[in-house]
């Protein structure tokens, strides 16, 4: 059974800093690509950040230069480092595993979502 547990949410003020992590079960991690999506109440459901096997990243443009994807092959897991947080990053965030790295869709297994606010 795929298992994908997210942690590290939470309320923070604009221009704060939250770590999401992602650990996951049930899949060959190291050979999936996982990624992090996000969905802002009203809005479609976008991708954020991605990262391969080998560790090459790809992020959406407003967050580059703000977060900071990472993964441990050795304990199953993928980080979401959210630095310089905006209210505009506000939503429920997703991981991912198995995404297609072309066309960004997302693959069969996803997170229960943890809330990110960003509010002062």
């Known amino acids: 059974q795929v298992q994908l547990v997210e942690s590290g949410g939470g309320l923070v003020q604009p221009g704060g800093s939250l770590r999401l992590s992602c650990a996951a079960s049930?899949?060959?991690?190291?050979?999936?690509?996982m990624g992090w999506y996000r969905q802002a109440p009203g809005k479609q459901r976008e991708l954020v950040a991605a990262?391969?096997?080998?560790?090459?990243?790809n992020y959406t443009d407003s967050v580059k230069g703000r977060f900071t994807i990472s993964r441990d092959n050795a304990k199953n897991t993928v980080y979401l480092q959210m630095n310089s947080l905006r209210p505009e990053d506000t939503a429920v965030y997703y991981c991912?595993?198995?995404?297609?790295?072309?066309?960004?869709?997302?693959?069969?297994?996803w997170g229960q979502g943890t809330q990110v606010t960003v509010s002062s």
């Open positions: 049930g899949i060959i991690f190291r050979l999936n690509v």
């Open positions: 990262i391969t096997s080998g560790g090459t990243t």
């Open positions: 991912n595993a198995g995404l297609s790295w072309t066309t960004k869709r997302g693959g069969a297994y």
